[in-house]
């Protein structure tokens, strides 16, 4: 009994540090040309399969939404975050960067940089500092791209690199609850203890 009690008690273990490394490792918003409605679609943690082209052309302004909205409302404390960007400008290229919230009707921005890109297609990366904010349960992580003057063409894609963002390490997963980590370690100690008085 005690040996069954403790090969249950191994196993459930394992799996438990199996799913808690994933939900601390280092989280990548993809961006594509495929659309939800007005907004382009970011992908996070899969490359995106494009049904359209690869290249968007941007005269105003872009926004790329999470493919999944939060489960549950997810603080993200003050940090900075990395925007990787291949694109070229046309009549300057000046642009604003922003990240925030899309709740489905509008954007909210809580951090952004200034970029002026130029005529031949480069490769940018650039770090973006953001206050703490939270996106609401139902409503998506979003990338806001401005033209400030002139236009840009944004490349989704470059031989075999995508343009990304990507979020800073210490950051909670999305979209689950930034208490998942805590919780599954908080059982996974419960065990540990159980498992230390069943040898």
């Known amino acids: 009994m005690y040996g069954l009690m403790k090969r249950v008690v191994l196993i459930t273990i394992a799996i438990l540090l199996i799913l808690i490394v994933p939900a601390s490792a280092m989280q990548i918003g993809y961006l594509s040309s495929n659309t939800t409605q007005d907004e382009y679609i970011m992908y996070k943690g899969s ?5 359209g082209k690869k290249t968007v052309t941007i005269t105003q302004r872009a926004i790329w939404v ?6 549950v409302n997810i603080t993200f ?10 694109a070229k400008g046309k009549d300057s290229g000046k642009i604003r960067i922003s990240i925030g919230v899309w709740n489905g009707n509008s954007f909210e921005s809580y951090g952004n940089t200034i970029l002026t890109l130029s005529n031949g297609l480069q490769s940018y990366s650039r770090t973006i500092s953001t206050t703490d904010f ?45 208490l998942l980590p805590v919780v599954l ?15």
């Open 47 to 51: 490359l995106p399969t494009h049904s």
């Open 66 to 71: 999470a493919n999944e909205s939060a489960k």
């Open 77 to 86: 404390p003050e940090n900075e975050w990395t925007l990787v960007l291949f």
């Open 134 to 178: 939270i996106v609401p349960k139902g409503c998506r992580l979003a990338l806001q791209v401005e033209c400030i003057d002139g236009n840009i063409e944004l490349h989704i894609k470059k031989d075999k690199e995508f343009s990304k963002l990507i979020y800073p390490l210490d950051e909670p997963p999305y979209p689950v609850s930034e």
């Open 185 to 199: 370690m908080s059982v996974g100690l419960a065990l540990m203890a159980i498992h230390r008085n069943v040898r």
